[in-house]
């Protein structure tokens, strides 16, 4: 959840509205998203980098085919593991 209010922070709304032109390959769905997408391309500036990386929703980092095995999936958009019942602080069940 720090990750998600640190993202809250670090990027405006003004900024999350022009996502789709800072970001026009995969743009980021969620203030978390761009925030990470951010970081990665300080590392990695290029657009083929960015299409090395599978983009969509995901289930504790798992690939959006994840979502296609399950109805209860399709629910769980959550790429921080907290839809993985291990996690410390898991989501529960939808």
Known sequence: DSL???AE???SNDMFKT???KFPIQPP???EAYYYRSIF???FPSNEAVLTVE???SIACSSPVAFRWSKEFEKMDDPSGRA???HNQAVKPV
């Open 29 to 31: 769905t969620t203030k």
């Open 41 to 43: 391309e300080e590392m």
């Open 55 to 57: 983009a969509g929703p």
């Open 4 to 6: 998600k209010e640190n």
């Open 19 to 21: 996502a789709n032109r």
């Open 9 to 11: 922070e670090k990027v």
């Open 84 to 86: 993985v019942g291990v």
